[in-house]
């Protein structure tokens, strides 16, 4: 045996002999046990391991281990999702063969896999790229199509103008190609498409009952995005056609003072080419519907970027609820493609709308008022009530930077100058004529009139009625000191104040208001968009504006439910994919490709990769000669391919049977192992890869195809690993990470240990590649070694099966209550994902090892099974050197005794300036606060104390506590 551990003498022996042995291959049923199927995202093979890969594989192996030693049948495949731009890329711009590129980056990468000893089972090994595999991706497809869920149609897409492709709106941040970082514009092609939003009830109902994490199910909601509102016409003023929009705040119809269409609304192209539209700027709203072409649906509906419109003129429709004509304009902040295209807008209370109201000079017209019932002076009951339109100016003197306030007399109240407002009469001038009168100031400064007035229920002692008012905060600043004698009925009412801006609270200031005063005056509010009661709203006036939603869709139109959700564009004018295996007749009809013809090869004549913004197939000589000898003279085939993530949809049902050349799955075998228990991946595919395979599985369970409507029981998020220096890994700023080298250097389990030890891995975190804590890391793992440098193989006691039978009297007590502690928390850590803390208490154990003088081989090889999901091939030497015969991997997994991790019991003696004064039972190794705490809380103690200062305390661990006073 080696005295010193070094891994370059074991892990590829181990690799080797774990491989001949087959110790990692999964039958479907094993009898006794449990399946359980660990999944994790399968790689791109992008041609070379990074650490991101041994993060995401090697981490989680930890948990197929320990789960396998806990006597489950353990399912943990690997495969490669092998389809994709990158291998275009490299055919682009360095004349490579994609294919051969891709299965030579498999094959590379495969070696390195092999050094991470993961305990994958490669006789599972899928790869999306081969015929045998995408065969079953077409066939999938060729039944979505028969049930109407695969449908072609025109569509306006995001279109990178670098790569000459289609992208998903996922694959657009922030108006650019999540790829290549260029523009993205958009184009009108026709494309296929999978319709899930058929399925975005259940895709969001079906959430709840999951075990995910919450934030990944919000995640999935919002992408959902469901709003529950209403359809509403509004007529075209010369009553031949009427436009329906959608809107969520059916209450404010009274408010819409104009109407907006999408440029893409479809009665705008139509009247558009009709001669005899009555619309009379058409040629300014055709330019305006090309400029907007250019602008992605991400600039269109950014809140900070300025809106543009054009009106429609010649036109006007009715609002029902009014009567009134309202105009009607084209605007870009208005989406084609969601709701009905169209929107009435309500400016008062919409702040897309205001500001498009505002740059134009469209009305605003308020409707709903935020409404506060005084809680401290509430309506009486009984009392009269008055209605009361009112004024509150709030003025600042500048060269103080205090606020204008009244004190009254006779009542308890701190108030602005305030008072009514008389038909008819300006407020500003109301405003200014309450300030006279009241305090005598008279140079006031009009800063801004506060936008939306607030509604306020309350009791008016002085004059002994119940109000409602309706009340306008008004901003001045007063320009100098000059007073005019006050009002002299006023003078004896109150008398002035000056309020600091931190008084402007309610619990100095007596108006309800005040909050929403505050809220108004920031310099970022726009207007109320909240709930409220109604107002000029005829027959709804006065009710609350969630009732009054309710009647007036009743009255003047019907509930409907929307969803931002949109179907999954899913071709591609791209080689490296699976072809959708469509021809076109002589008519240009699509047919299925007959399941005798698939797989429906990826064809491999001269291609020509070149971006020309059609699909490289188009340039295959084969195929076009292979459709013709099929299906006739002048068919043709379907060009595009389809979307890797179609791929991706259902690559884990394959590993449970990937060589089925008769159906992509048997439905037994999938039945042995579906739903996936636990899958881990990256947080980028929260709202991709998540939700198209959930809605595929959907589909495939409708189908009759599978039999569980949700595909993965448990879901999480792995984090990040940063270089070094904090930033995200990348070859430009050279702080790349390299794994092989690391290998090389310290060895594989130190690697995978280390990144086990990075964070906690059930949460999304970033952490940096820390150069010593990979060395600490390493020198754990060298202590163990010298540690089993001491035990002695081969002892006469039979130790199988675990700390259980480890022989309680050899090991000392406190020995083996640590180690049943440590087993408890590294089980429990492991099935949380929580490798780094039970990492922790394997270290805290070894520690206490190093101490003990005679360490029993029964403990060791305990600790050792502990540590094995970890370091799988030192274990596996170790264990080999102890004298074991079978691999450790194949050991059961430790249990702990609940008795045995029970704390002794110690006494604390409790001393006042060194004199006994009382005494308490505790558990061993209580904290010194809890002692403390527990200590004072004694009447003993209280008593000899008796309210003296403590100076100072002093605490012997398990043993005494001291205060000195
Ligand atoms: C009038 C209104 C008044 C609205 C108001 C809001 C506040 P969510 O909740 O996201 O579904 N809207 C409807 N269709 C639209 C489209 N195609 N493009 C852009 N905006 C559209 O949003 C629904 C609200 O978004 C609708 O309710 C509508 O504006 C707008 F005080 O109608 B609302």
């Not at 090309?290 to 809140?303: F, G, N, P, Q």
């Not at 998540?690 to 409507?709: E, Q, T």
Request: overall charge negative; proline content about 5%.
């Amino acid at each position: 045996m080696q005295d010193k551990y070094d891994h370059k003498d074991i892990e590829q022996k181990w690799q080797k002999k774990w491989q001949e042995d087959g110790i990692y291959e999964t039958k479907d049923k094993v009898d006794g046990k449990k399946n359980f199927y660990n999944l994790f995202e399968f790689p791109y093979p992008s041609g070379n391991l990074h650490i991101g890969h041994w993060y995401a594989f090697a981490v989680p192996d930890i948990f197929a281990r320990m789960k396998r030693m806990q006597g489950f049948n353990v399912l943990f495949p690997i495969g490669f999702d092998a389809f994709g731009l990158p291998a275009e890329r490299a055919a682009i711009k360095r004349g490579l063969d994609p294919k051969k590129w891709t299965y030579e980056n498999i094959a590379h990468m495969e070696e390195q896999l092999a050094s991470m000893g993961g305990s994958f089972d490669w006789s599972r090994k899928v790869v999306t790229a081969d015929p045998e595999y995408y065969k079953w991706t077409q066939w999938l497809f060729l039944q979505f199509y028969k049930k109407g869920l695969a449908y072609k149609k025109k569509a306006s897409v995001n279109w990178c103008p670098e790569d000459q492709t289609v992208l998903a709106n996922e694959q657009v941040i922030n108006g650019k190609c999540d790829r290549c970082g260029t523009e993205v514009v958009q184009k009108d092609l026709e494309q296929w498409f999978f319709k899930i939003t058929d399925y975005a009830e259940r895709l969001l109902s079906d959430l709840d009952d999951l075990k995910w994490p919450t934030a990944i199910k919000d995640a999935q909601r919002n992408w959902i995005g469901k709003s529950e509102g209403a359809q509403i016409e509004f007529s075209i003023s010369n009553f031949q056609f009427s436009i329906p929009v959608f809107t969520t705040r059916a209450d404010t119809l009274y408010g819409a003072t104009y109407l907006v269409l999408a440029p893409e609304h479809p009665w705008l192209t139509q009247e558009i080419l009709n001669p005899k539209s009555e619309i009379t700027n058409k040629s300014e709203i055709k330019n305006y519907i090309e400029e907007v072409k250019k602008k992605t649906e991400i600039e269109r509906t950014d809140a900070k970027k300025e809106k543009t419109g054009v009106e429609i003129k010649g036109i006007k429709v009715i609002n029902p609820a009014t009567g009134e004509k309202i105009p009607v304009w084209v605007a870009d902040y208005v989406l084609g493609n969601y709701g009905t295209g169209a929107v009435m807008a309500v400016p008062a209370h919409d702040e897309r709308d205001f500001q498009f109201a505002k740059k134009y000079d469209l009305e605003v017209r308020e409707v709903v008022l935020p409404n506060i019932v005084d809680k401290r002076n509430p309506p009486v009951e009984g009392k009269k009530i008055v209605p009361r339109v009112n004024v509150h100016p709030i003025v600042l003197n500048p060269r103080t930077g205090k606020y204008l306030a009244l004190k009254w007399k006779l009542f308890d109240w701190t108030t602005f100058p305030m008072g009514g407002v008389e038909d008819g009469e300006d407020v500003v001038e109301a405003a200014r004529r309450e300030v006279r009168s009241e305090t005598g100031f008279t140079n006031l400064k009009l800063i801004k009139v506060l936008n939306g007035r607030v509604r306020a229920e309350y009791f008016a002692a002085h004059k002994d009625q119940n109000r409602i008012s309706y009340t306008t905060g008004i901003l001045f600043e007063l320009e100098d000191d000059n007073q005019i004698a006050q009002n002299l009925e006023d003078h004896e009412k109150f008398e002035i104040t000056w309020l600091d801006p931190k008084d402007l609270n309610y619990e100095v200031m007596t108006h309800a208001e005040i909050e929403n005063w505050k809220e108004k005056m920031d310099p970022k509010y726009t207007v109320h968009t909240g709930e409220g009661i109604l107002i000029d709203s005829g027959e709804f006036s006065e009710i609350d504006s969630e009732e009054a939603r309710e009647k007036i869709i009743e009255k003047f139109g019907k509930k409907v439910t929307k969803y931002k959700l949109r179907d999954w564009l899913l071709s591609r004018q791209r080689y490296w994919g699976a072809p959708i295996p469509v021809v076109y007749d002589r008519d240009g009809k699509p047919h299925s490709i007959p399941d005798e013809h698939l797989p429906w090869v990826l064809p491999e004549d001269d291609i020509d990769f070149t971006p020309k913004g059609t699909s490289p197939l188009g340039s295959s000589k084969e195929l076009k000669e292979r459709t013709e000898k099929i299906f006739g003279l002048g068919w043709t085939p379907e060009y595009d391919t389809m979307d890797t993530f179609v791929d991706s949809s259902w690559y884990f049902l394959r590993y449970t049977d990937p060589k089925n050349e008769k159906e992509f799955a048997s439905i037994e075998k999938m039945d042995a192992w579906l739903p996936v228990q636990k899958y881990s991946g990256g947080a980028e595919h929260t709202t991709m890869h998540l939700l198209y395979s959930r809605f595929f599985h959907k589909a495939l369970f409708d189908l009759g195809l599978v039999k569980d409507p949700e595909p993965y029981i448990e879901r999480m998020n792995r984090g990040l690993i940063l270089g070094p220096d904090g930033q995200k890994m990348s070859k430009s700023k050279g702080n790349v990470i390299d794994p092989d080298g690391e290998v090389e250097r310290v060895g594989a389990d130190t690697v995978r240990m280390y990144l086990a030890f990075i964070g906690p891995y059930n949460e999304v975190g970033q952490y940096p590649w820390d150069v010593g804590g990979i060395v600490g890391t390493r020198r754990f793992l060298e202590r163990v070694w010298k540690i089993s440098m001491n035990i002695t193989p081969f002892p006469p006691l039979n130790l199988r099966g675990g700390a259980e039978q480890s022989e309680a009297g050899v090991i000392g007590s406190k020995l083996e209550n640590l180690l049943h502690k440590t087993i408890k928390k590294v089980t429990e850590d492991i099935l949380a994902f929580k490798f780094n803390t039970a990492i922790s208490a394997m270290m805290i154990f070894a520690n206490e090892l190093e101490h003990t003088p005679e360490v029993s081989k029964g403990t060791f090889d305990t600790f050792l099974k502990l540590l094995a999901p970890f370091a799988p091939h030192m274990t596996e030497e170790i264990w080999a050197n102890l004298g074991h015969k079978d691999s450790i991997h194949l050991e059961e997994w430790p249990k702990f005794d609940e008795n045995k991790i029970k704390d002794e019991k110690v006494t604390i003696v409790v001393q006042i300036n060194s004199k006994v004064r009382a005494q308490f039972e505790a558990d061993s190794g209580i904290s010194e606060k809890e002692v403390k705490e527990k200590a004072l809380s004694l009447p003993e103690t209280q008593k000899w104390l008796n309210d003296k200062e403590i100076k100072k305390a002093v605490y012997i661990p398990n043993k005494l506590i001291n205060f000195v006073v």
